[in-house]
């Protein structure tokens, strides 16, 4: 009887394992970690003066749409805010998606990402310009 609960329970182990279901979940890909995890502080942008206020303006994904909601400090030295606009995002390749905006667009590589940090070179289409972006999970904090 002994015997035969053994092996019961190693079947039983070892098709749980091999199912999928009650393993391990496999990591998310990058592209899920940008577009699936919602919005995306602006941290830091090089050569650019970062305040609080500038630092609670966000990108927010949602599959391959992106909103873009921009704030800065005014005359009154209130957080106002700047400019919204949504666009589609296209992806050019594994780490490197385009915001296709008819005006301004631009291209986000990732250099590296983790679920609460993004560092990536941002590349002005219009102005064929390069700079450093860090976004994060948390408005206004370093």
Known sequence: MFKWMAIFLLAALNSNCNNGD????????????????GRWYIDFIENEVMDDCY????????????????FYTDDTDDCAP????????????????????DDYPY????????????EADLYSVVNEEISEIILDKN???D
């Open 22 to 37: 009650g393993g391990i979940p496999p990591e998310p890909t990058l592209q899920e970690l940008v577009t699936t995890t």
């Open 139 to 141: 408005p206004g904090e």
């Open 107 to 118: 291209d986000i590589s990732i250099k590296t990402i983790t679920e609460t940090q993004i």
């Open 55 to 70: 630092k609670t303006s966000y990108f927010e994904f949602d599959g391959d749409i992106i909103t873009e909601q921009w």
């Open 82 to 101: 700047g400019f919204s606009e949504t666009n589609a995002i296209e992806w050019t390749n594994d780490t490197t998606f385009r915001v296709l905006d």
